[in-house]
Nanobody, 122 residues
C-alpha cells in the first residue's frame, strides 16, 4: 500500500514556474514507477510524465516536453515535477500516481494522491 500527498500547486503568471512534490509513505517507494497526470474542468485526466523506479527512464506528453521535468529522490520518498514556461492551458488539478510499471494510461495506476491545483493566468 502506498499513500501519496501532492503539494506545491498555486497561482502563477504565464511564463512562470512551479515545482510540484509528491510525498509517498511506505518503505517500498523505490520499487514503484511514478506518474504525473492532470485534469482540467470538463476534460478527461491526461498523462503528463512518468519515471521508472530508478529514475533512469522518463517519458513526457508532447504538450509539456521541453518545459516540464520529472525527477525522484528515493531517499526522501518523493517525486517532483518541475514546471517551467507555464501556459494558461496548463491550468488543471495535478495528480501523482504510483504502480509497479510506468504507463501513460491512468487506469494503469493503483495508487493516487488527492491532487494539487495549478492555475496559470494570462
Amino acid at each position: 500500500q502506498v499513500q501519496l500527498v501532492e503539494s506545491g500547486g498555486g497561482l502563477v503568471q504565464a511564463g512562470g514556474s512551479l515545482r510540484l512534490s509528491c510525498a509517498a509513505s511506505g518503505r517500498t517507494f523505490s520499487s514503484y514507477a511514478m506518474g504525473w497526470f492532470r485534469q482540467a474542468p470538463g476534460k478527461e485526466r491526461e498523462f503528463v510524465a512518468d519515471i521508472g523506479w530508478s529514475g533512469g527512464s522518463t517519458h513526457y506528453a508532447d504538450s509539456v516536453k521541453g518545459r516540464f521535468t520529472i525527477s525522484r529522490d528515493n531517499a526522501k520518498n518523493t517525486v517532483y515535477l518541475q514546471m517551467n514556461s507555464l501556459k494558461p492551458e496548463d491550468t488543471a488539478i495535478y495528480y501523482c500516481a504510483a504502480d509497479q510499471v510506468a504507463t501513460t494510461k491512468p487506469m494503469g495506476y493503483d495508487y493516487w494522491g488527492q491532487g494539487t491545483q495549478v492555475t496559470v493566468s494570462s
